[in-house]
Each structure stands twice: as C-alpha cells, then as structure tokens.
C-alpha cells in the first residue's frame, strides 16, 4: 500500500509537536509543472503499466464506435502524452486500491476518460475532480462539500468513493461496461433503458441500448484508452515510467498551516502542491476537522527540516482565524477591523466582486487583526455555514408568442404576483411584444452547515456477505480495518464465502493508519536539541514570552501546556512559573 504518514504520530517521532476552479478542458501547461520520469521499456522493469495490463479482466468491445474514439486520440499524440505524464502521481495509489478490492485494472484508466488526470477539473453540470462526482452523489459516498473543502476533489477519498460506487453498480447491473454506462448517464436512466428494450424482447448489452452520445462513446473511450495502454509505441507515445511505489504520502498535521506555507516548506511552488490538494476551499489546513494534505515522498524530509526551523522562529503555521458576520457588518467594515484589503478578504472567502455576505456566515480573517481566536479554528466550526445574501437584479423581458404569465414567472425564477405588482397588470393577460420588467433574485452560492449522515459501524452489527464482497471492502463500507474485522469474527485468512456472517466492530481500530518514520535524519535531531527549552522541566516567563514561543521552544503544542499547567485562557504574567515536564 502507499505510505500514509499521521503528521500527529511523526511530530512526537521528530520531537515536533510543539504544536478556482478550473474546467475539465486541459489547464495551461505554465500552471501544473509536469513531473516526468524518463521511459523504460517494460521488459526492463516492472511498472505500474506493466501491473495494469497483467490486470485486464473486461473482454475487449470490438467496434465502429471504439475505431472512431482509437482514431480521435491517435491524431492528437501531444493531449495523450500529457495525460500519461499527469497520470504518474495518481496510478500508484488507484491501482493499489483497484487491486485491494480485486476489481479490473481496466479501471484504474477511467481517469483518462472523466478528467484527463486534472485534480482540479470540474465540468460544465459541476462534476468535479479525477472521478468526475456529480454534488448529490458525491454527498451519497461520504464526500463532504463544506465551506472549508469540497472532498469531490480529494486524491484518496474519491478514489475510494468512486470505487465503492463501481462495484456496486456491478453488483447490479452484473457487467463492467453497464456499471460504468450507469456511472456516466446515471443508474436511473440506464434501468429505464434497459427495461424499454426487455419489454420490446431486444437485446440489454451496451451497444443495444439507447443512450445519449456521450454515455454511447463513454464505454469505448475507455476501450480506446486500453488499446493504447496495452501498445504505446503504435500510437506513437512513450509512457512515463511508473514505479512500482508512492509518489506522495499522506500527512496529517496537529496545528494549522497555511497552503502557501506548507508548499513553501515542502520546497514546491503552490501550483505543484494544490494539484496534489485541490479539495480545500479556503487558504488554511485546519488541524482540529483532521484534514490531511498529501506530499511528493521525495519532499517529505525538505518539508520537516524546514518546519524544524520555522517553528525556531517563534512564527504560527497559519495566518488565518474566524469571524462571524454580524448583520450590521458589511465587506468594507470587516475588511477595516481585520487590517485587510477588501480584495484579500474576498479572496480568502470565495466571494465574487459586489457580493454581500449572508449574518451568520463565518469567514477567514487575518489572525493578527484580534477579531478571533489567537489558537488554531476551532473543531467545532467544521460544520459551519457560508452563504451569500440574497441579491437582486432588474431584467427585461420581451413577450412572446404562447407566453402566460404562469411561464413566464417560471422562466424568470419569480411568483406571478411580482412580475404582476413591478409591472401594474391588472390580470394575467400579456400581448406579444409586451415588454415585462422585474427584479429577479442572483442566485446565492450556499455551503450546508451539516454532512449527510452515512451509515457507519456503530449503526450496523451483522453484516451477510454477498457475491463480488471481499474483506477490504466490507472493511471500507463500515470504516474500520482489515485487522478489526478479521479479528472481531476470529478468521485466520482474508477469505469469505458468499452468506457468511461477520459481525462488524463499531470499535474497530481506524482503517487509516499511522506510519511512524523511526529514523530522525540527523540534521533535523541536532536542532531539535539545540532549542533553548527542549530540555528544560519549567520556565519562568518574561517579558515578550507568548504561550506560543514557549511551547515552540519546548517542543510542545500550546494546548500541551495550557493542559499541563492548568491554564483556561492565554494570560501570561512575567515571573510566572510554567512546567515543561
């Protein structure tokens, strides 16, 4: 499996634990900085290409529509290199996964065909990421779209996601092309399909039924992608080399960082490290919700030497705190008491040029200004709201033939009895060439306050195997490990058999788990020790001293020492005697 790093367990290892959206078109090549690995010939070495296609399982579709799609990419070699190249980050991490849950390798090419590899892509209906999740069914896997991230566009998550939702339109629709026609047109739309041709004694396979085009060519891009994968050189591309191991780890932190900070220490430019975190919606990483961002592994030791000596500084990771809008607050009056530029404040919080924000809204401040808190945000904003207030704007309307009032209303968003009161009718009658005038409400960008609540382990405590289940993915579908499972129904294996009973521990240890890095390189561990209170049992506070240069040179976190001398706010008194230890 690739390497998931908890930030938490490697600080106490390193002693540190001091606690716009682009489209799915192709971005500018100036704006993501390729990574390329130079190519090998698969005879030479054991790649993730090679994995790939050791794993095809799908029986070819052999067709006029799969030739037509082979045709398309074979004229356009540069788009097919650079989706190759961008692929180079992400197959490690799916193709582990697709091969944990004993599915098709052919899956782990649908990338190709939703996003092209853009993390950040997000369609004109509003799918978004690398497996293209509509809102509503990103909602259905557990893929939170908050103010603070939208999880559609998390490498890990909806690579799990999209998984889970796969094989389960397999189960259904008992044939990988279907499941993955269900996936495009939706699984509404594909039984109403074949449920026309069943009544009408025509065949249910993919190219019998009626289906929009995109779903039509959807399956044989695929295909096409497969031809390719399975023979570069005859469509004249070199695949990147793909080595069999992570290209990122998995890292959580205990403190809040900024993402222009955390891109800073890890040596990369922010462009680099957002096409790795696309997901976060504002500019900080906020420890207290367990956000986790991911790093190229060759970074990982640039990005805790440096974080070694930024902590010496005495400086916070994060720049940023909270505010509630009040409803006598406006843009400008927030802007003056955090010492911020209306420009900095609307980014920071997403708000579009002449927008107001709704009361009751919390937004990001500068953490210097005093408004919030001086600590890290708190855990219990993770289901806070954002919303923008409602706005109005005039429009004209030309009548026209077979116009009512009724439709009307309905084409402009508004009831009748507005566009009959702005305009002085007396009755719903309308002559063409009528001009009507109305304000009509901007439509408001709202983040809901509360996640759907799935269904975890502690709501369930049997569970029947069923056909196409393996451990992983039960372990995945209740959110606890491999181990706890195995261990909770005594098995000495990872086999199952269909009917079988497991019972499913609610307390089951984390299916994410923690890697202790054992060996501190031997940079890092020297200034570890050489900071002023690293081996100090107390220390009398003086003047200038903050809660958080102390704990940052003690090589402990604020909470840490609030907690060990029972502190309840963040007063200091110069002469006060702190313990350490």
Same mark, same amino acid.
């Given at each position: 499996?690739?390497?998931?790093?908890?930030?938490?367990?490697?600080?106490?290892?390193?002693?540190?634990?001091?606690?716009?959206?682009?489209?799915?078109?192709?971005?500018?090549?100036?704006?993501?900085?390729?990574?390329?690995?130079?190519?090998?010939?698969?005879?030479?070495?054991?790649?993730?290409?090679?994995?790939?296609?050791?794993?095809?399982?799908?029986?070819?579709?052999?067709?006029?529509?799969?030739?037509?799609?082979?045709?398309?990419?074979?004229?356009?070699?540069?788009?097919?290199?650079?989706?190759?190249?961008?692929?180079?980050?992400?197959?490690?991490?799916?193709?582990?996964?697709?091969?944990?849950? %004993?599915?098709?390798?052919?899956?782990?090419?649908?990338?190709?065909?939703?996003?092209?590899?853009?993390?950040?892509?997000?369609?004109?209906?509003?799918?978004?990421?690398?497996?293209?999740?509509?809102?509503?069914?990103?909602?259905?896997?557990?893929?939170?779209?908050?103010?603070?991230?939208?999880?559609?566009?998390?490498?890990?998550?909806?690579?799990?996601?999209?998984?889970?939702? $796969?094989?389960?339109?397999?189960?259904?629709?008992?044939?990988?092309?279907?499941?993955?026609?269900?996936?495009?047109?939706?699984?509404?739309?594909?039984?109403?399909?074949?449920?026309?041709?069943?009544?009408?004694?025509?065949?249910?396979?993919?190219?019998? $039924?009626?289906?929009?085009?995109?779903?039509?060519?959807?399956?044989?891009?695929?295909?096409?992608?497969?031809?390719?994968?399975?023979?570069?050189?005859?469509?004249?591309?070199?695949?990147?080399?793909?080595?069999?191991?992570?290209?990122?780890?998995?890292?959580?932190?205990?403190?809040?960082?900024?993402?222009?900070?955390?891109?800073?220490?890890?040596?990369?430019?922010?462009?680099?490290?957002?096409?790795?975190?696309?997901?976060?919606?504002?500019?900080?990483?906020?420890?207290?919700? *367990?956000?986790?961002?991911?790093?190229?592994?060759?970074?990982?030791?640039?990005?805790?030497?440096?974080?070694?000596?930024?902590?010496?500084?005495?400086?916070? +990771?994060?720049?940023?705190?909270?505010?509630?809008?009040?409803?006598?607050?406006?843009?400008?009056?927030?802007?003056?008491?955090?010492?911020?530029?209306?420009?900095?404040?609307?980014?920071?919080?997403?708000?579009?040029?002449?927008?107001?924000?709704?009361?009751?809204? +919390?937004? $990001?401040?500068?953490?210097?200004? %005093?408004?919030?808190?001086?600590?890290?945000?708190?855990?219990?904003?993770?289901?806070?709201?954002?919303?923008?207030?409602?706005?109005?704007?005039?429009?004209?309307?030309?009548?026209?033939?077979?116009?009512?009032?009724?439709?009307?209303?309905?084409?402009?968003?508004?009831?009748?009895?507005?566009?009959?009161?702005? *305009?002085?009718?007396?009755?719903?009658?309308?002559?063409?060439?009528?001009?009507?005038?109305?304000?009509?409400?901007?439509?408001?960008?709202?983040?809901?306050?509360?996640?759907?609540?799935?269904?975890?382990?502690? *709501?369930?405590?049997?569970?029947?195997?069923?056909?196409?289940?393996?451990?992983?993915?039960?372990?995945?579908?209740?959110?606890?490990?491999?181990?706890? +499972?195995?261990?909770?129904?005594?098995?000495?294996?990872?086999?199952?058999?269909? %009917?079988?009973?497991?019972?499913?521990?609610?307390?089951?240890?984390?299916?994410?788990?923690?890697?202790?890095?054992?060996?501190?390189?031997?940079?890092?561990?020297?200034?570890?020790?050489?900071?002023?209170?690293?081996?100090?049992?107390?220390?009398?506070?003086?003047?200038?001293?903050?809660?958080?240069?102390?704990?940052?040179?003690?090589?402990?976190?604020?909470?840490?020492?609030?907690?060990?001398? %029972?502190?309840?706010?963040?007063?200091?008194?110069?002469?006060?005697?702190?313990?350490?230890?």
């Amino acid at each position: 499996m690739y390497l998931k790093t908890s930030f938490r367990i490697l600080a106490i290892a390193l002693a540190l634990s001091c606690s716009t959206y682009a489209t799915a078109s192709e971005p500018d090549q100036e704006e993501i900085k390729e990574i390329v690995t130079p190519g090998a010939d698969d005879d030479e070495i054991y790649t993730v290409w090679t994995r790939i296609r050791d794993g095809f399982k799908v029986p070819d579709m052999q067709n006029s529509v799969v030739e037509a799609n082979v045709a398309k990419y074979s004229k356009r070699p540069d788009y097919l290199q650079r989706m190759a190249d961008r692929s180079q980050k992400y197959l490690y991490h799916i193709i582990e996964e697709v091969d944990a849950r %004993g599915m098709p390798t052919e899956i782990a090419l649908l990338p190709f065909v939703e996003s092209a590899f853009v993390t950040n892509a997000k369609s004109r209906v509003k799918a978004a990421g690398l497996w293209q999740f509509m809102p509503a069914t990103g909602r259905d896997y557990s893929l939170d779209q908050t103010m603070w991230l939208d999880k559609r566009y998390d490498v890990l998550q909806s690579t799990s996601a999209a998984l889970t939702y $796969l094989q389960r339109l397999y189960d259904e629709f008992g044939s990988w092309p279907l499941a993955l026609a269900a996936y495009n047109w939706g699984e509404g739309n594909l039984r109403r399909a074949i449920k026309r041709n069943q009544a009408k004694g025509l065949p249910t396979d993919y190219m019998s $039924l009626k289906m929009p085009d995109e779903t039509r060519n959807y399956y044989p891009k695929l295909q096409a992608i497969k031809n390719i994968v399975k023979d570069p050189r005859n469509f004249g591309i070199k695949l990147p080399t793909v080595y069999n191991e992570p290209f990122f780890v998995q890292i959580f932190k205990d403190q809040d960082i900024d993402v222009k900070r955390a891109a800073q220490l890890a040596g990369m430019s922010q462009a680099e490290f957002s096409t790795l975190n696309p997901s976060f919606n504002r500019p900080v990483i906020v420890a207290s919700h *367990n956000h986790s961002m991911l790093m190229p592994t060759d970074k990982v030791d640039t990005f805790v030497e440096n974080l070694v000596t930024y902590r010496m500084s005495g400086k916070p +990771l994060s720049s940023w705190t909270t505010y509630r809008v009040k409803p006598e607050d406006t843009i400008a009056s927030i802007a003056k008491k955090a010492h911020m530029s209306e420009e900095a404040l609307r980014e920071a919080n997403q708000i579009p040029s002449g927008r107001r924000i709704k009361p009751g809204s +919390l937004v $990001l401040v500068s953490r210097d200004s %005093g408004l919030g808190d001086a600590e890290d945000i708190s855990s219990d904003t993770i289901d806070a709201s954002f919303a923008l207030a409602q706005d109005f704007r005039r429009v004209s309307y030309r009548v026209r033939k077979g116009d009512t009032l009724p439709r009307v209303a309905r084409r402009l968003g508004v009831s009748t009895k507005t566009i009959a009161s702005s *305009n002085r009718l007396r009755g719903h009658r309308l002559k063409v060439g009528q001009m009507l005038y109305v304000n009509v409400p901007v439509k408001t960008r709202q983040v809901a306050s509360k996640p759907p609540v799935t269904e975890k382990a502690s *709501n369930a405590k049997f569970y029947v195997v069923r056909k196409g289940d393996t451990l992983f993915s039960i372990a995945q579908r209740y959110s606890i490990s491999v181990n706890a +499972l195995k261990s909770a129904n005594h098995l000495s294996s990872n086999n199952v058999s269909v %009917g079988q009973r497991l019972t499913i521990n609610a307390s089951g240890i984390p299916t994410k788990q923690a890697v202790v890095l054992e060996k501190v390189p031997e940079k890092v561990q020297k200034r570890i020790n050489e900071r002023p209170l690293a081996k100090q049992r107390a220390h009398k506070v003086r003047k200038g001293d903050t809660l958080f240069s102390i704990a940052s040179s003690a090589n402990m976190s604020v909470n840490q020492l609030k907690a060990l001398n %029972g502190l309840k706010n963040n007063s200091l008194h110069v002469g006060q005697t702190l313990k350490l230890r």
